[in-house]
T-cell receptor, first 113, second 113 residues
Framework: SAVISQKPSRDICQRGTSLTIQCQVD?????MFWYRQQPGQSLTLIAT?????????ESGFVIDKFPISRPNLTFSTLTVSNMSPEDSSIYLC??????????FGSGTQLSVL | KQEVTQIPAALSVPEGENLVLNCSFT??????LQWFRQDPGKGLTSLLL?????REQTSGRLNASLDKSSGRSTLYIAASQPGDSATYLC????????????FGGGTRLMVKP
């Protein structure tokens, strides 16, 4: 199984600022994804991070708010821009191996004051 | 649109008890179904993945079954232990949904010593 390192593990940020979350995988993977888990809710897919091209965003999520980078097959970043308290969530990086199982990083718990 | 429901939302059992967690989905055209465990404030750990052509998967004390025609999956935990306390999530990948996983709301399990 893939080992996924995600950082920071948690952060407390001020309204209007931006935070970049990093995701590093110990092996090359084709598919990398970013999920959001709002308090008391289940997971929602934000976008698929595509290597060498723009990310594919799900309905309700836009690049200006959640810019994503994927410079190579082992690394991706998600930025939460111009944060508001409504952005307080756990953000999770995940990868799919062999087109099957989905593996997750340990998550970034974000609180916006 | 796929909808995934998990019942019960919370469950408390004494140590040693065998238990069943339920997951139901509305669209039976699934590619696979995956069960995850999530500890508080953490990422997800993959437990079992069942392909649409399979009926069940086993790993240690865990057994997951799938009845695609009725839109149901169960996760059976044998001889529960306090360390099994966590939230258990099921997620469905549809045939026509690309990379999208639809998650259930989870069952929060507490195993009391």
């Amino acid at each position: 199984s893939a080992v996924i390192s995600q950082k920071p593990s948690r952060d407390i940020c001020q309204r209007g600022t931006s935070l970049t979350i990093q995701c590093q995988v110990d092996s090359q993977v084709t598919m990398m994804f970013w999920y959001r888990q709002q308090p008391g809710q289940s997971l929602t897919l934000i976008a698929t991070a595509n290597q060498g091209s723009e990310a594919t965003y799900e309905s309700g999520f836009v690049i200006d708010k959640f810019p994503i980078s994927r410079p190579n097959l082992t690394f991706s970043t998600l930025t939460v821009s111009n944060m508001s308290p409504e952005d307080s969530s756990i953000y999770l990086c995940s990868v799919r191996q062999n087109n099957e199982k989905l593996f997750f990083g340990s998550g970034t718990q974000l609180s916006v004051l | 649109k796929q909808e995934v429901t998990q019942i019960p939302a919370a469950l408390s059992v004494p140590e040693g008890e065998n238990l069943v967690l339920n997951c139901s989905f509305t669209d039976s055209a699934i590619y696979n179904l995956q069960w995850f465990r999530q500890d508080p404030g953490k990422g997800l750990t993959s437990l079992l993945l069942i392909q649409s052509s399979q009926r069940e998967q086993t790993s240690g004390r865990l057994n997951a079954s799938l009845d695609k025609s009725s839109g149901r999956s169960t996760l059976y935990i044998a001889a529960s232990q306090p360390g099994d306390s966590a939230t258990y999530l099921c997620a469905v990948r549809n045939n026509n949904a690309g990379n999208m996983l639809t998650f259930g709301g989870g069952t929060r399990l507490m195993v009391k010593p």
